[in-house]
Every structure is written in C-alpha cells, then in structure tokens.
C-alpha cells in the first residue's frame, strides 16, 4: 500500500494554493469548516451544466438530478454505514435538521419526562432541547465535564439515567477542545435507561469513522461542509424511530423530513466528498480495511479512507503538541497525555499567559495562518472552563496540512507570544 501522500492530497485542493503576501496561506481553520477538493467544486458545477432541474419531473435535467440526489444518500448512507439510504435525511446544516426532529420529538413526550444534555456540547446539540423542554414543560438536566481533562463525567451521567431521561443527547467528538466520549458505551447506558440517543457527529466525521449500526444510536447528525464538501446537513435515523415520530411538513412534500426543494447541487457535492473520501481509501487504506470486518464496496473503501486520515493526523498533531507545550504560558486544554489519543481529535484548544486569544488569532491571520478563536457556539465547556468571554485559540488539523505548516505555526506563536 502506498505511504500517505499529503503532497498529492494537497494537490487535489485548490485552495490550498492561495497566497498572502507572496507566501502559501497555512490553513488550520478546519473545525470550522474544511477546504473542499477539486472533485467536489467540479460535481457543484456539473450539476448546474448538466442536470439543474427541480425533482420529479418527466424530462431530462430533471432525471439526473433525481439520480444525483438518490445516490447521495446513498453514499452518506455508505459514509455512516446506514442500513438503508432511507435512514439519511438531508437538510440545510444540522442544527436546522436537529430543530426539527427535536420539534417532532417533543411531540411525543409528557409535561415532566426528562431530557439529558452535556455540558461538553455545541450549542446545537443543547439549545433545541432546551427549547423543547421549555415549549413542553419537560426537565432538563445538564450532564457535566471533569475540567481536568475536558472529558465527560461519565458519573454524573449514569446518576441522570436513573431518572429513566426520553432523550439523551450528546456529540461524539468536541469542536471545542477535541474530546471524544465512548459513543457505543454511553449509547448502550442509555438504551439500558429507557432512553432514546440523539448524538452531534459534526466534529468527529472529518476525523474518525463513523459506523452507525455498530454504535447502535436512535439518531446521529453531521455537516457535510465539515468533511470536505458544501454546506449540507445530515441526519441519520434508524428507521424505526424515524417511522414513529409525528412530522411537521406539507401535505405535498415528498419526505417526511426533508422539507421544501433541498439544495441539489450542494447535494452533488456532498455525494462527490463521500467519494473523495473512498478514495483515499482507495489509495491509502489497505491496511486499515481488516478493521471494518461486514464492509465492502464503497463503505468498506469510505471507512478504510477514514481510518487512513486519522492514521496520518494524530502524528502530526503529536507534532503540533509538544511545540506548544514548549512554549512558555501555554497551556493546551483537554486531553494531552500521548498515551490516550484515541480519546481526542486533532483540535487544539489554547490559552497563552497574557495574550487573548483573539490578539494571538488575529496576529497569525495577518502572517497568512488561519485559526479560529473564541467558543465555536461550544458554549458549555468555556463557561464550566471559566474561559468565558474571551475563549481559546482553536488550532484544527486535517489531513491536508503538513509539518512543515506546523513547524511554521509553532515559530510564529513563539514570536507572538515572545518567547521565540
């Protein structure tokens, strides 16, 4: 199998190329949102060429485009390993899809029942509950975080689901700090408890696969924008808790959830990230294959592509790591112990004795490095963090940077914050 190749993955992504002042921008703004390769700009602007065409009519344009968009599910099917491409509903972003399952959710709950959050979560993931439970007179309870470590107090979680909770809702990976919670076994807690699970996949799908059935969720959503495609939501839903909620649509609307004319093209290129995806699979993944044992095709081929990408990121977030703890005044909140990488994403966290984050994030915006800086809408954690208003410097890696774009990032924050 060929060695991982970033400089021939660099290639397929146009952006990659930009410069500022003369030199290549570094790119480590991919928590919030990922570059898009050129596969997926070219499936964006075939759509509109060759296929732009309402759904359901009998002719042409509007053929393909109805193909196009069954086979994105299809493939965002084969992405989650979904049963059924059935069980994928799309939608603007996930938390538009979230408010309205919430919305049928609360449909079928009574004044008083329980509904379980995190305080680990985005926003998006705690706020449509919270609403429901307002809306509905239901309790809310607010499962809480062990600062040391910015994981899951997996206690407190347990002590919530004796309360017997409808819903528990919780993300599989933090776009904050880069925690990832043991998804399978808090899912199987929950079912113990009665309880359905609604679970935030927008942060983990660039980074790990992700395999619906084995983790067993009721309910799982993601954004496409967030693994190299176009602004486009995704919900999972094993089809019999989708059959048995009550849907808010019109009469005439073809899907139950995906309400009013979707955004097709973006759809198209949703369809081609997934193939971007199988193909490093493809070309990197032969020896991550046996992990996926029941997989072959297109999922087998997404899913090795996954576990390839996160073999080549977690290295180089090593990398990144020991720079900024050599930096005096650092300090790297969540999981920094090497020993348990499995528990955490590529996404680093930052705070720098005297420096706000926005200062830091907007010095290395001028010398052509993108960060993100604040709380991501992961309000929870740097409230419970005490990090509020000021927040962190997020740093995201993603398969597409380099050492060398590293090495360059940990040379300028050394300057910034003196102590280069």
């Given at each position: 199998?060929?060695?991982?190749?970033?400089?021939?993955?660099?290639?397929?992504?146009?952006?990659?190329?930009?410069?500022?002042?003369?030199?290549?921008?570094?790119?480590?703004?991919?928590?919030?949102?990922?570059?898009?390769?050129?596969?997926?700009?070219?499936?964006?602007?075939?759509?509109?060429?060759?296929?732009?065409?309402?759904?359901?009519?009998?002719?042409?344009?509007?053929?393909?485009?109805?193909?196009?968009?069954?086979?994105?599910?299809?493939?965002?099917?084969?992405?989650?390993?979904?049963?059924?491409?059935?069980?994928?509903?799309?939608?603007?972003?996930?938390?538009?899809?979230?408010?309205?399952?919430a919305?049928?959710?609360?449909a079928?709950?009574?004044?008083?029942?329980?509904?379980?959050?995190?305080?680990?979560?985005?926003?998006?993931?705690?706020?449509?509950?919270?609403?429901?439970?307002?809306?509905?007179?239901?309790?809310l309870?607010?499962?809480?975080?062990?600062?040391?470590?910015?994981?899951l107090?997996?206690?407190?979680?347990?002590?919530?689901?004796?309360?017997?909770?409808?819903?528990?809702?919780?993300?599989?990976?933090?776009?904050?700090?880069?925690?990832?919670?043991?998804?399978?076994?808090?899912?199987?807690?929950?079912?113990?408890?009665?309880?359905?699970?609604?679970?935030?996949?927008?942060?983990?799908?660039?980074?790990?696969?992700?395999?619906?059935?084995?983790?067993?969720?009721?309910?799982?959503?993601?954004?496409?924008?967030?693994?190299?495609?176009?602004?486009?939501?995704?919900?999972?839903?094993?089809?019999?808790?989708?059959?048995?909620?009550?849907?808010?649509?019109?009469?005439?609307?073809?899907?139950?959830?995906?309400?009013?004319?979707?955004n097709?093209?973006?759809?198209?290129g949703?369809r081609?990230?997934?193939?971007?995806?199988?193909?490093?699979?493809?070309?990197?993944?032969?020896?991550?294959?046996?992990?996926?044992?029941?997989?072959?095709?297109?999922?087998?081929?997404?899913?090795?592509?996954?576990?390839?990408?996160?073999?080549?990121?977690?290295?180089?977030?090593?990398?990144?790591?020991?720079?900024?703890?050599?930096?005096?005044?650092?300090?790297?909140?969540?999981?920094?112990?090497?020993?348990?990488?499995?528990e955490?994403?590529?996404?680093?966290?930052?705070?720098?004795?005297?420096h706000?984050?926005?200062?830091?994030?907007?010095?290395?915006?001028?010398?052509?490095?993108?960060?993100?800086?604040?709380?991501?809408?992961?309000?929870?954690?740097?409230?419970?963090?005490?990090?509020?208003?000021?927040?962190?410097l997020?740093?995201?890696?993603?398969?597409?940077?380099?050492?060398?774009?590293?090495?360059?990032?940990?040379?300028?924050?050394?300057?910034?914050?003196?102590?280069?």
């Open positions: 199998m060929p060695t991982f190749d970033v400089d021939a993955v660099r290639a397929q992504f146009p952006a990659l190329s930009i410069e500022q002042d003369g030199v290549p921008v570094a790119l480590f703004d991919g928590p919030g949102g990922t570059q898009v390769p050129a596969s997926v700009i070219d499936a964006v602007a075939a759509y509109y060429r060759t296929s732009n065409a309402n759904n359901g009519g009998e002719f042409l344009t509007s053929r393909r485009s109805d193909a196009i968009v069954d086979d994105a599910h299809a493939a965002l099917a084969d992405l989650l390993n979904a049963a059924d491409p059935d069980e994928i509903k799309l939608g603007a972003n996930m938390t538009t899809l979230t408010m309205h399952v919305r049928s959710l609360a079928t709950f009574e004044p008083g029942d329980v509904i379980a959050v995190t305080c680990l979560d985005h926003e998006a993931n705690v706020g449509p509950w919270r609403s429901i439970a307002a809306d509905r007179g239901l309790e309870r607010t499962v809480d975080i062990r600062p040391d470590d910015v994981t107090d997996v206690e407190r979680f347990d002590a919530i689901l004796h309360e017997r909770p409808r819903l528990v809702a919780f993300g599989w990976a933090s776009n904050a700090v880069g925690t990832i919670n043991p998804v399978a076994e808090l899912v199987r807690r929950a079912h113990e408890a009665g309880a359905l699970t609604y679970v935030d996949a927008v942060h983990a799908a660039p980074h790990v696969p992700i395999d619906v059935r084995a983790v067993g969720t009721d309910f799982l959503a993601c954004s496409v924008y967030k693994f190299f495609g176009p602004h486009v939501g995704v919900l999972y839903g094993r089809r019999d808790a989708l059959d048995s909620l009550p849907s808010y649509k019109l009469r005439v609307a073809h899907d139950r959830f995906e309400t009013g004319t979707l097709f093209e973006g759809i198209a949703a081609a990230a997934v193939e971007y995806i199988a193909g490093v699979g493809r070309r990197y993944g032969a020896d991550h294959a046996g992990s996926f044992p029941g997989m072959d095709g297109r999922t087998l081929d997404a899913h090795a592509g996954m576990a390839a990408i996160r073999a080549y990121e977690m290295p180089l977030f090593g990398r990144l790591l020991d720079g900024l703890e050599a930096i005096p005044g650092a300090r790297v909140w969540g999981i920094t112990d090497r020993a348990r990488f499995a955490r994403t590529p996404t680093a966290a930052v705070t720098f004795e005297g706000p984050a926005e200062a830091v994030s907007r010095a290395l915006g001028d010398r052509g490095i993108a960060t993100w800086w604040g709380n991501f809408y992961a309000i929870g954690p740097m409230e419970r963090l005490g990090l509020e208003p000021e927040g962190v997020r740093i995201g890696l993603t398969h597409y940077n380099t050492a060398a774009e590293v090495d360059r990032l940990l040379a300028e924050l050394a300057a910034i914050t003196g102590a280069g």
